[in-house]
């Protein structure tokens, strides 16, 4: 429920972690979710994202949520939507990533919402066996978006950025999972909390940090030791289309931090 804290870089090297680290070598799908795309343009890398989808014409997720209507410009009129799905890379040992992108034009999806939070999890529930971890990269504002996300997840992972007001987005998650699930009828988990962006600037973000815990203890959620590092490396990464550890310069203690806190997600959710 707040946006700037990183949710875009983090699924994308988490996706990559899982299906190329060794030891991992996972089948990682990733959707996103967001208007803003910043996911498919992260994990495609800015120019595959216009050749491999825009002048391709390759269908997005806001095909998926489209596909009882005829608005303009869809580009699953004529194809299947599992082309949607696009193989962004292989990895030795059997891992890869396949990514589900996102279009500025789902913002439209939100204009006329009406019986469409389903279309996702129903969609995924027939391609889900090919998979051993399926990542949904969230917008953080609540809209259907965020109920068709909690219809197709299991658990949620929230990441905070430790400042000034961190916490005023976790009352408003545990708010709208208490709706969904009253709702819909289903429990969403929360994996945990996770401290993103972290800086070392021990002040703010120490007291941020003890009000983060503090909160999530009374919720009954996990937070992480294990943080993610603010780095300049992951802009790079973006523009470049590679996840951290593949990033020209970036720093072996960032790749490490990333690393740690993958292998404790990892672990948490019994992956």
């Not at 194809?79 to 949607?84: G, K, M, N, P």
């Not at 708010?175 to 972290?198: P, W």
Request: overall charge neutral; some cysteine.
């Amino acid at each position: 429920m707040k946006g700037g804290v990183g949710k875009s870089t983090l699924c994308a090297n988490l996706a990559w972690h899982f299906a190329g680290m060794r030891n991992w070598t996972r089948r990682v799908l990733v959707i996103d979710l967001d208007p803003q795309f910043n996911a498919s343009q992260y994990i495609l890398g800015v120019s595959r994202y216009q050749t491999d989808v825009m002048a391709a014409c390759a269908p997005t997720v806001w095909d998926i949520f489209e596909q009882q209507s005829r608005a303009p410009g869809l580009r699953a009129a004529n194809r299947s939507l599992t082309d949607s799905v696009q193989r962004i890379i292989n990895f030795n040992g059997g891992g890869y990533v396949d990514m589900i992108p996102s279009q500025l034009e789902l913002s439209f999806t939100l204009k006329n919402p009406s019986q469409k939070e389903h279309l996702l999890s129903n969609f995924v529930a027939d391609i889900e066996d090919s998979y051993d971890l399926i990542l949904v990269d969230c917008a953080p504002t609540e809209s259907v978006l965020t109920t068709a996300a909690y219809l197709t997840a299991d658990n949620i992972l929230i990441p905070v950025k430790p400042e000034f007001l961190s916490t005023i987005g976790l009352p408003l998650i545990r708010q709208s999972l208490t709706d969904f699930e009253r709702s819909y009828r289903k429990a969403v988990g929360v994996s945990g909390i996770c401290f993103n962006m972290c800086a070392d600037y021990a002040p703010e973000e120490n007291q941020s940090k003890t009000e983060v815990r503090a909160l999530s203890a009374a919720f009954g959620w996990h937070v992480f030791d294990e943080e993610m590092p603010f780095s300049r490396s992951f802009p790079k990464g973006a523009r470049e289309g590679k996840p951290i550890f593949w990033t020209s310069y970036a720093r072996s203690n960032v790749s490490a931090k990333v690393s740690a806190f993958c292998n404790a997600f990892g672990g948490q959710i019994g992956l």
